[in-house]
Nanobody, 119 residues
Framework: VQLQASGGGLVQAGESLRLSCAASGFTYDVYTMGWFRQAPGKELEGVACLFSDGDTLWYADSVKPRFTMSRENSKNMAYLQMNVLKPEDTAIYYC?????????????RGQGTQVTVSS
């Protein structure tokens, strides 16, 4: 299983970023897909999770309505559009497969991409 996240970077508060996740090694279109993040000194936090058909399972309250997750099953890709970024969004963002309704568990997690938001 491979989950390769990309698209992170350094931006100023109020700007946008779009993260991408390229998935391989499993039957992508039957899995929920999601994004988690971990800020310095903090625990891993669920950001968003979509059902296999793209319907929303959940978003973290802290990112509504600024973040939008989407997926392209034909390309085994997932995305996280992040608008109106805040310094508190600074974290390593991880793409996951098999996220659950309890928001704490998943089956697979890839290497993350760093997002840094300056004030």
């Amino acid at each position: 299983v491979q989950l390769q996240a990309s698209g992170g970077g350094l931006v100023q508060a109020g700007e946008s970023l779009r993260l991408s996740c390229a998935a391989s090694g499993f039957t992508y279109d039957v899995y929920t897909m999601g994004w988690f993040r971990q800020a310095p000194g903090k625990e891993l936090e669920g950001v968003a999770c979509l059902f296999s058909d793209g319907d929303t399972l959940w978003y973290a309250d802290s990112v509504k309505p600024r973040f939008t997750m989407s997926r392209e099953n034909s390309k085994n890709m997932a995305y996280l559009q992040m608008n109106v970024l805040k310094p508190e969004d600074t974290a390593i963002y991880y793409c996951v497969a098999g996220c659950r309704s309890d928001r704490g568990r998943y089956d697979y997690r890839g290497q993350g991409t760093q997002v840094t938001v300056s004030s």
